[in-house]
């Protein structure tokens, strides 16, 4: 099992930054981290891609947060940040980090983690 702990959420001006944080730990041995990533979920919408990194490296970002948000990870901390700049309200969401990771270097089976949350209001 692999928990996923997201901070740094809040209420910001449009136009404002914030970074967000995910806390990675397992209870179970994991072998790869095949991908760590960040969606959001806006009110009676579905939820949506912001970015994503896999274990290589590359990224992946939204066209809409392109040039806006950063996604890194720290390595030594163990954490997933994605950095957010020029805030805009329609960026109003919970904010989900998110993990697929194999535990068995066998099988290689990848399993999906997400996890609970933290709330990012753009005020206009």
């Known amino acids: 099992q692999v928990q996923l702990v997201e901070s740094g959420g809040g209420l910001v001006q449009a136009g404002g930054s914030l970074t967000l944080s995910c806390a990675v730990s397992?209870?179970?041995?994991?072998?790869?981290?095949?991908?760590m990533g960040w969606y959001r979920q806006a009110p009676g919408k579905q939820r949506e891609l912001v970015a994503t990194?896999?274990?290589?490296?590359?990224?992946t970002y939204a066209d809409y947060v392109k040039g806006r948000f950063t996604i890194s990870r720290d390595y030594a901390e163990n954490t997933v940040k994605l950095q957010m700049s020029d805030l805009k309200p329609e960026d109003t969401a919970v904010y989900y980090c998110?993990?697929?990771?194999?535990?068995?270097?066998?099988?290689?089976?990848?399993?999906?983690?997400w996890g609970q949350g933290t709330q990012v209001t753009v005020s206009s």
């Open positions: 998110k993990t697929v990771a194999a535990h068995n270097p066998i099988t290689k089976r990848a399993y999906e983690y």
């Open positions: 397992a209870s179970k041995s994991v072998f790869r981290y095949n991908s």
């Open positions: 990194m896999i274990t290589a490296g590359e990224t």
